[in-house]
């Protein structure tokens, strides 16, 4: 029987899409429907004097406002919940930063709501100036930085000093810094609350949906059994929607007091500060080489911005500078500077894309600064095992992935003198980075059912990000189950189906698959037994293990026409369906021998017209090693997504932030991201070798490693384009102009 | 979506009753295309208790009059109007200007009279709960302390430093075109465009010379055949759908390399369509060298007042008046 798995399938998903039949969250309205707002603190820190909800009462349709002042606080979080933001939502008269939610409104309309949301006027007192350090003072942001809660981020690895002291070493340091970003997915997050008798229904736009029922019961003194919270599809996540935040807790909090269903959907300016962002950095990095580009030294200095009511370490150092370089001294540390934003919290390989800003940046300085190709460079420090935990790689293709990257870009056509390379009267620049991403992989559980009309239905608790998840699932559960995949039916987005882990880290896919390899296994067994046991089937008295399942039937091996139709198996036993249930760990399949991550390489080629200037990405080649490739259409959708969202990064996302700490750009036609001729052609290859000491099926995640170096490969084509090295994203039109960006065409006047 | 504080909505069927229809209820505002209006709506910075839908108005022809004038209806789509060949061969500038701004989906929406009366994008307007004195007279300018990368280098005030948004009406600006209106006494009237827009000065909440319930109808262009030797450079963000930093609109006359007429008009950078005199004035009679267009530049932008946010526009204007003004004079 012909493999699901590794071919180019069309998402199962894509007519239902296309043709507008998908319903999403903000899609569910139960009958007797209430809709709530929330009212956001217009402060960045201080306290709430008064509320005064008034004039939003005599509205139309209203039916309560809900703040501090007038509800039973919520107990506190339990430990070992995981949270966006750590201060539960009205708990007190304190405002910790600006966007925090101060009131909920509950009307008949959304309408009603969001004009009663406007309507409420809040009295604040004691409002402190926010402090102003950011990204744009790096320097100061460094020296104010205290050490980071999570201590196990850091890395000391032989002597850094004397290595950097060392006189014959060639050192390159640079001051790295990227502004703070928001996700802010096309699907805006939406909640639909219902209690039913001690029951608890919430439909709610996430990327955990068992994360979700455990804090929700947590927080409302429920038992887990409970609380259901289902999501079938999700319009985009990365990151904002793994975990519990504020909106969330009063939706369901208004349903109680209410004592009716209540919506409430996130509006887009709401989007900016109520589900997180990725925190502004600031990156110092060192690196001392030998006269060959054989480095000796690595010191990655990382801060960020974070909220007084939660810390936030952006791990810029961890999955970075701690193992993609074979290198005997190396330290890294990360710090946090508290300021007025909304929580940081995880954004698209968070700590990976800002990390490998910086170190590849500075290996491309390096590259410089010692005289050798990037690509060069980057061979002579290749890490031949973990240099952090000297373990073996279970499976490493970077060479390849740069030789493969280097042909199909036409690398060696680079003239790597700055500013060489020309077209017409714009300045071309080439510049390439490594991508580099851990493997992870999760506890996971699926249940699968043969059913007496020839169809398996799957069910699994994971999730539907729209990045293809269910149809790559659809195509393991297939292959393992020996059936067709018109005929399998895979459910996901349910807390009350097989548990399964949060959708982040990449690790998805072969969490995931892990329990479905292991489930169909134990139905293809139950399934040749039946066969066996079943006295009308013509397998009948075989040996189950003389029998397999292929196309959705029962047969004998190498005998395929003797053999029964599963679903007619099951009529002729008289049952409805056969299920098998499978839990793995996140050690099952996986050899503790090695580690496990996925590398890449970029190579982009950018243009300046210096007359503007302006950047333009107008190449980019990717060559990605994450293990097996499990459908390449959605595979490949995931990097060259990566890539935008790098591109983004790279030379237009910020938010900016003004003097009273509020963001002034929260709407997606002041906060640039890539449109589409901001996007021109972008190869992405894989090296497709399956990591069989990883799982059984051999594939790594591929969500996040797209962005990672993405944006240093842009900014290194920029350094090589004009000369000029910038540390500082995004690298925008005005970025280009500061200094010392020279006027190419004719001189001031 | 934001808040939306209720309104009523009627419909006109021809300009006389929706001039009426306005006059009637002071609180009133029309609706074309809706994309500034709607948008303003769900801020709460538009409050209006009625909303005149004007959008099929049957004013939306793009002809040639025998005088050779081009008229544009004010209710043209600005994607139809980019397109029609009168508007494309004869003004390319102010083609591209339409071509350049918002995305495809917004200009199929968006009139051509409408993007007349674009509002800004200034942040503390388009915020109910910040001081601004355009949207509520003298409460104040929380721009002046605020993140002004965004804001007007030229014809800024104490009152509001709110760049002018759009990018077809700095074209029009600059080819002198001609707005036509209704009003209830005395029917219509032709407004000079360079007359349309007023400085902010200690009044930022009017931006024109427009009476309530006075209609925009049409735009005449001007007969001018070197009109065609013009140009719109944008400078912005990303490639599509943003907002210009700083915008040129250029067109030449130029016999035997010697320019005989020139406009120059800015966008992006003041606090409307801003037409540089001065820029022009050095042009005219000099050469088609980049010596001459980096005079200009610089004269155009002489009297800018950056904030700290900002300090990068005049530099980028000056670029984009250089850049516009050889493309314009390598068009033959």
Not at chain 1, 460 to 482: I, K, N, R
Request: hydrophobic share 40%.
């Amino acid at each position: 029987m012909k493999q699901a798995v590794g071919l180019p399938i069309d998402r199962v998903d894509g007519r239902q899409k296309v043709t507008g039949s998908a319903r999403y969250t903000a899609d569910v309205a139960p009958p007797g429907l209430l809709h709530a707002s929330v009212v956001q603190a217009t402060i960045p820190s201080g306290r709430i004097r008064g509320i005064d909800c008034s004039r939003a009462l005599e509205l139309p349709g209203i039916v309560a406002v809900l703040h501090h002042d007038n509800i039973t606080p919520l107990d506190s979080w339990p430990s070992g919940i995981f949270i966006g933001d750590e201060r539960l939502p009205l708990s007190d008269e304190h405002i910790h930063y600006v966007g925090q939610h101060v009131a909920v409104v509950v009307a008949e309309g959304f309408e009603q709501a969001l004009h009663a949301a406007a309507a409420v006027m809040v009295h604040y007192a004691d409002t402190h100036k926010p402090s102003v350090m950011g990204p744009e003072l790096p320097e100061a942001m460094l020296a104010a930085a205290r050490p980071g809660e999570n201590q196990s981020l850091r890395v000391a690895r032989g002597d850094i000093d004397t290595a950097l002291g060392e006189p014959a070493a060639i050192r390159v340091e640079g001051v790295y810094s990227s502004p703070a970003a928001t996700h802010n997915p096309l699907e805006a997050s939406a909640t639909v609350a219902e209690w039913n008798d001690g029951h608890l229904t919430v439909h709610e736009t996430t990327q955990w949906v068992q994360g979700t029922q455990r804090a929700l019961a947590a927080v409302f003194r429920l038992d887990p059994t409970r609380v259901r919270v289902v999501c079938p599809r999700i319009g985009g996540g990365f990151g904002c929607k793994a975990l519990v935040w504020p909106h969330t807790v009063l939706t369901v909090l208004a349903a109680r007091i209410c004592e009716r269903p209540v919506k409430l959907v996130l509006t887009r300016e709401q989007m900016f500060t109520s589900t997180g962002c990725r925190p502004a950095t600031v990156q110092r990095i060192a690196l001392g080489a030998q006269p060959t580009g054989k480095l000796t030294a690595i010191r990655h200095e990382a801060v960020n911005s974070t909220a007084a009511t939660t810390e936030f370490v952006e791990q810029c150092g961890r999955s970075t500078s701690r193992i993609l370089y074979a290198c005997p001294n190396v330290s890294i540390s990360h710090g946090v500077v508290v300021d007025s934003g909304p929580p940081g919290t995880w954004m698209r390989a968070p700590g990976e894309c800002t990390g490998t800003f910086a170190l590849e940046s500075a290996m491309d300085e390096l590259a410089v600064a010692v005289g050798i190709d990037p690509v060069e460079l980057r061979l002579r420090n290749h890490a031949d095992v973990n240099p952090d935990d000297a373990l073996p790689w279970s499976s490493k293709h970077l060479r390849e992935c740069y030789a493969l990257g280097v042909e199909r870009f036409g690398w060696s056509a680079r003239d790597p003198r700055p500013g060489s390379m020309r077209s017409g009267t714009d300045l071309v620049g080439w510049g390439m980075a490594t991508a580099v991403y851990p493997a992870w992989k999760m506890p996971a559980a699926a249940s699968v059912h043969a059913r007496s009309d020839g169809s398996a239905l799957v069910r699994c608790a994971t999730h539907e990000l729209g990045t293809g998840a269910s149809t790559v699932f659809t195509q393991v559960a297939a292959d393992v189950l020996g059936f067709d995949m018109q005929r399998v039916e895979f459910v996901l987005g349910d807390s009350s189906f097989p548990p399964a882990p949060v959708a982040g880290g990449s690790s998805s896919t072969a969490s995931v698959s892990q329990a479905l390899v292991e489930a169909g296994a134990a139905l293809r067994s139950k399934l040749c037994t039946l066969a066996t046991a079943t006295s009308a089937s013509p397998l009948s008295g075989l040996r189950p293990e003389l029998l397999e399942i292929a196309a959705g039937r029962v047969v004998a091996r190498g005998d395929a026409g003797r053999g029964i139709e599963a679903g007619e198996l099951l009529r002729l036993a008289g049952q409805d369906e056969l299920g098998a249930y499978a839990q793995v760990s996140a050690d099952a399949g996986r050899d503790p021998g090695y580690s496990f991550t996925s590398f890449g390489a970029h190579f982009c080629e950018i243009r300046v017209d210096p007359r503007l200037p302006r950047v333009r990405v107008t190449r980019f080649v990717s060559v990605m090693d994450v293990g097996r490739v499990l459908n390449h259409k959605t595979a490949r959708s995931q990097v060259v997504g990566g890539i935008v969202m790098g591109v983004g990064m790279a030379l237009m996302e910020r938010l900016h932030t003004d003097a009273s700490g509020r963001i002034v750009n929260a709407n997606l036609a002041d906060y640039a991201v890539p449109v589409s001729p901001d996007v021109k052609a972008i190869d992405v290859d894989f090296i497709d070798v399956p990591d069989p000491r990883f799982n059984t099926l051999g594939a790594r995640g591929v969500g996040e490693i797209g962005i990672t170096g993405t944006a240093a490969a842009i900014a290194n084509a920029v350094h090589h384009a004009t000369g000029i090295r910038y540390r500082r994203l995004p690298i925008s039109p005005d970025g280009l102009l500061a200094p010392p960006f020279v006027e190419q065409e004719d001189s001031e006047a | 979506m934001g808040p939306l504080k209720p309104f009523r909505i009627a419909h006109v069927a021809d300009p006389a009753e929706a001039v009426a229809a306005a006059v009637l209820t002071p609180g009133s505002r029309w609706l074309a295309g809706g994309t500034t209006l709607v948008d303003l709506l769900k801020l709460e910075v538009e409050t209006p208790e009625l909303v005149i839908y004007i959008g099929d108005l049957p004013l939306d022809g793009i002809e040639e009059l025998p005088n050779g004038v081009v008229r544009i209806g004010a209710m043209a789509r600005m994607s139809d109007a980019a397109r029609h060949p009168l508007v494309a061969t004869r003004y390319p500038l102010v083609a591209q200007a339409l071509l350049a701004s918002a995305s495809p989906q917004l200009r199929n929406m968006a009139t051509v009279g409408g993007n007349l009366m674009q509002r800004t994008r200034c942040p503390y307007f388009r915020d109910t709960t910040r001081a601004c004195n355009k949207r509520d007279p003298g409460s104040g300018c929380s721009a002046l302390d605020g993140y002004t990368r965004s804001h007007a280098v030229l014809g800024t005030s104490e009152q509001c430093i709110a760049t002018h948004p759009a990018d077809m009406p700095v074209t029009l600006v600059a080819i002198e075109a001609t707005v036509r209106t209704q009003r209830l006494a005395d029917g219509e009237r032709s407004i000079p465009i360079g007359d349309l827009y007023v400085a902010y000065g200690d009044d930022p909440a009017r931006e024109t010379v427009l009476e309530h319930g006075e209609l925009i109808t049409a735009i005449d262009l001007p007969s001018d055949p070197w009109l065609a030797r013009s140009c719109f450079v944008k400078a912005r963000d990303r490639a599509s759908f943003g907002f210009a930093l700083a915008a040129a609109a250029v067109a030449l006359d130029v016999d035997a390399g010697i320019i005989r007429q020139a406009r120059v008009a800015l966008g992006g950078v003041a606090t409307k369509p801003w037409r540089s005199r001065e820029a022009e004035e050095i042009l005219i009679g000099g050469t088609i060298e980049p010596e001459c267009f980096a005079a200009a530049a610089n004269a155009a932008l002489r009297q800018a007042l950056p904030r700290r946010d900002n300090a990068f526009k005049p530099e980028l204007a000056r670029r984009t008046v250089r850049l516009a003004l050889a493309t314009a004079a390598a068009r033959a």
